[in-house]
């Protein structure tokens, strides 16, 4: 069955840390692995990855893919207050059975303190 | 606003009634899913539509789930005889189906609490 199991489920630190989200996937018709970032709302976009060892970045975020032995990490420099939230890996595959759907982890929540 | 619309937001309902959640997709977005998500986990899928053919159904979808998208743009999710067990957000995003890469535009959710 396929499946995407994110660790830690949940984590605590203080402004300024630098945090790393783990997301480990099992799925057949692999495409794309996805990071988004959940408030009390809608999950928002944040990185796409396609090809192995090639960071993606966006300011204190980044993201890097590993297709051999299927994880990705999601790492936030000098965490703000404004960062805590719900990260959710998914990954989207296509193929066999399926038209095409993400399948999510369940999830990590970041708390960042002040 | 252009983004994924879905209404109501919010809705409590007495065990066994029947809810409706509307979706309304960015437009141009032939790509319609809906999702469920339960405190503590991550959005599970329900069900995807091409247009509006239903293409994709989860087992979670039970006979009393149906979902449409009768003329391709916005769709609806009905649960008949809700259970407790029923509470949930219901989320819905779109994509357009030119862009085979997974990103989905999700809607604010609408949350169902069923007493």
């Known amino acids: 069955e396929d499946k995407v199991v994110q660790s830690p489920l949940s984590l605590v630190v203080h402004e300024g840390d630098t945090v790393t989200l783990n997301c480990s996937y099992e799925v057949t018709n692999f495409r794309s692995l996805l990071w988004y970032k959940q408030e009390k709302k809608a999950p928002t976009f944040l990185f796409m990855l396609?090809?192995?060892?090639i960071e993606k970045k966006s300011g204190r975020l980044s993201s890097i893919l590993d297709k051999k032995e299927l994880f990705s990490i999601l790492n936030i420099t000098a965490t703000q207050t404004g960062d805590s939230a719900i990260y959710l890996c998914a990954v989207y595959y296509a193929g066999g059975t399926s038209y095409g759907k993400l399948t999510f982890g369940q999830g990590t929540i970041l708390t960042v303190h002040p | 606003d252009t983004g994924v619309s879905q209404n109501p937001r919010h809705k409590i309902t007495k065990r066994g009634q029947n809810v409706t959640f509307r979706c309304d997709p960015i437009?141009?977005?032939?790509?319609l899913y809906w999702y469920r998500q339960t405190l503590g986990q991550g959005p599970e899928f329900l069900t995807y539509f091409q247009n509006e053919a239903q293409l994709e159904k989860s087992r979670l979808l039970s006979d009393r789930f149906s979902a449409e998208r009768p003329k391709g743009s916005f769709s609806t999710l009905e649960i008949q005889r809700t259970e407790q067990g029923d509470s949930a957000m219901y989320l819905c995003?779109?994509?357009?189906?030119?862009?085979?890469?997974?990103?989905?535009?999700f809607g604010e959710g609408s949350r169902l609490t069923v007493l």
């Open positions: 995003a779109s994509s357009p189906s030119t862009v085979y890469t997974g990103e989905l535009f």
């Open positions: 396609t090809s192995s060892g």
């Open positions: 437009s141009e977005h032939n790509r």
